[in-house]
């Protein structure tokens, strides 16, 4: 993997979530089939994804979403359009929260297809040592007007 970090701005830039809503601090490393982003949003008592104080593990996919988002970003060179899941496959919960962790979460995800209409990918979500979250998602982006 290339490795430009690049922080919370810039990725604010390249994908469809804004203020609160872009959950990722930095893309970590790169490459043409896969993604890396680091975050501790997660912690963030103003989480707008937190329910009665509690960020629920589920909404690790989320994060997932936005680094395929920003993966496709940098690979296409251009922002990312607003896409909607059409799929989540094999989704594995292996915490019940998010919110109660300490380590930053690593966010991976893999590119099995991407195309100008939308994308597949593979992700992992893990902290320090613990894998938390995994599963395949697929993705449909708006076609420009």
């Known amino acids: 993997m290339l490795t430009p970090p690049l922080g919370r701005e810039a990725i604010a830039g390249l994908i469809p979530h804004q203020g609160a809503m ?14 890396l982003c680091e975050t501790e949003r997660h912690r963030d008592p ?4 937190r329910r009665d104080e509690i960020l629920p ?3 690790g996919v989320e ?3 936005q680094a395929m988002a920003l993966h496709g970003a ?9 896409g909607f899941v059409s ?3 094999e989704l594995t919960l292996r915490v019940d929260r998010l919110d109660d962790l300490l380590d930053a979460l690593r966010i991976e995800a893999v590119a099995l297809v991407a ?3 939308g994308f597949i990918y593979r992700f992992e979500i893990s902290a320090g040592e613990t894998m938390l979250v995994t599963g395949q998602a697929s993705v449909i982006l708006r076609r420009a007007a």
């Open 63 to 65: 994060f997932a979403l």
């Open 22 to 35: 872009c959950l990722l601090d930095r893309a970590a490393a790169w490459d043409a089939s896969s993604i």
């Open 74 to 82: 940098l690979t296409s060179g251009a922002a990312q359009p607003v």
């Open 46 to 49: 103003s989480n707008p994804l």
């Open 115 to 117: 195309e100008a209409g």
């Open 87 to 89: 799929s989540l496959r």
């Open 57 to 59: 593990a589920v909404c």
